[in-house]
């Protein structure tokens, strides 16, 4: 009760036109007034007012002290600064080597707007500068604007504390040199408008490991913002350009060029010098409520960011544990399929070695086929040859059998045919040749007996 109470006191204290008059439109003049305290407002060359804020040397428009959140229009530009409502949702912003970063005022609201680019391993995204529309912004030379660019690693987008894992801006040429323009865009018809909605959700999903928290946009009846239960509060009204046709509104004070400092000795004094335009006691009673509002606010964002840390720590944790049990899975897989792959291969080399076992076998069996073949027909040869030398030896004992026989007959023959003709003599001669005759017989014998060894 006490928390409504107070912002009821806020909004009828500070901002009591806008609270009772509930206008649909307002001027450029609720630029003026509300950033006042936070820079100077200075006549720019080809502009006309713009506003320098005073932030420090090293303020970075998107990107220093806020972060990225996924609303219903896309990636919209959360920033810390109380007056961030304004500068990163309406205009454009533009750099001066001297006077760095300004803001050039416009009446058209926007999630953010920025171009948007990706390459390798990363997102990038620069302002779009004055007068220059979303689709002159994905032209090739907008490139060129290298200061311009804001690179950060893709697996660390969507964090609060983005500003940690920016890259450096020596890589930035190469960087842009390599990337591709993301022309993702959002058209709002309540409004009119198209929108640079930048990255996939799905494909930041994926590529941080983390789920997206989408926040829906909520409307603030008074200037200012903030981030609660999943909404998006935010003061955008519809704003009307000065016309020639109409009074046309200024800054209260505005600061001469040459007395502008550089963003390093450039501070939020400034704050005094809007005070003593006529803001009085009742201002300072504006800024103290603002004051303790804001502490309210900055606790609330401190609290929220230290939830979303603690929230990104879990994820990160979960994300580690999720890609160790991957990466133990992906090991014990490969291990499976080394250990199925070596079975395989064992199987092949053991079906091998049974096919070339098999085969040996088969080999020694044809050479032990031929083998008993060959020596069969050796044998049956060599029984041939014995046989055939049987039937020679048989036949020349026949032979020689005949022989004798004939030689025996023949023998016989003469033998008998000699004793005849000795029978035959002896009849004849008998009384004179007896002595001669048993010469004769004993010789006759004598050659027959000789006749007979030499046929055997």
Known sequence: MTGILFAVILFTVIFPKQASAQQPFVSFQIFYDQLTPYGQWVDFRD?????????????FPYSSNGQWIMTEYGWTWLSY????????????????????????????????????????????????????????????????YNNHWIFVRERYFGRNNLYRYYASHNDYEVLIGNSTVINNTYIDNSRH????????????????????????????NVP????????????????????????????????????????????????????????????????????????????NTLNRQNAESRQN??????????????????????????????????IVVNRQNTLNRQKAVDQQ?????????????????????????????????????????RSTRNNEKSLNQQNVNNSNNERRVQPVNSVKNSKNIRSDESKKSRSLQEDN
């Open 47 to 59: 502009y006309g007012y713009v506003w320098l804020p005073a932030a420090g040397a090293d303020f």
């Open 81 to 144: 600064y109380d007056w961030g409502w304004a500068p990163f949702h309406y205009g454009r912003w533009d750099y001066d080597s001297y006077y760095g970063w300004f803001w050039v005022p416009d009446n058209i609201w926007g999630p953010a707007w920025v171009t948007w680019r990706r390459t390798r391993g990363y997102y990038g995204w620069a302002p779009i500068s004055p007068g220059m529309n979303i689709t002159m912004s994905y032209g090739m030379g907008y490139n060129n």
């Open 193 to 220: 408008t198209t929108y640079v909605s930048g990255p996939d959700k799905g494909d930041v999903q994926q590529t941080t490991g983390r789920r997206v928290s989408s926040y829906s946009i909520q409307e603030n």
């Open 224 to 299: 200012g913002h903030s981030l609660t239960n999943g909404q998006y509060r935010i003061y955008r009204p519809e704003v009307v350009k000065n016309t020639d046709n109409a009074e046309r509104t200024a800054p209260t004070t505005v600061t001469i060029l040459e007395e502008v400092k550089q963003p390093s000795e450039r501070t939020p004094a400034y704050r005094q010098e809007y005070l003593n335009t006529g803001g009085g006691t009742r201002w300072e009673q504006n800024q103290d409520v603002a004051r303790r509002q804001n502490a309210v606010d900055q606790q």
């Open 313 to 346: 720590a879990l994820d990160e944790q979960n994300t580690v544990n999720r890609e160790n049990a991957v990466k133990r899975q992906d090991a014990v897989d490969l291990q499976n399929t080394n250990n199925r792959k070596r079975e395989q291969e064992q």
């Open 365 to 405: 069996d044809d050479v032990n086929r031929q083998n008993t073949a060959d020596q069969k027909e050796a044998v049956a040869r060599q029984n041939s040859v014995n046989r055939q030398n049987a039937e020679d030896q048989q036949k020349a004992v026949n032979q020689q059998n005949a022989v004798n026989q």
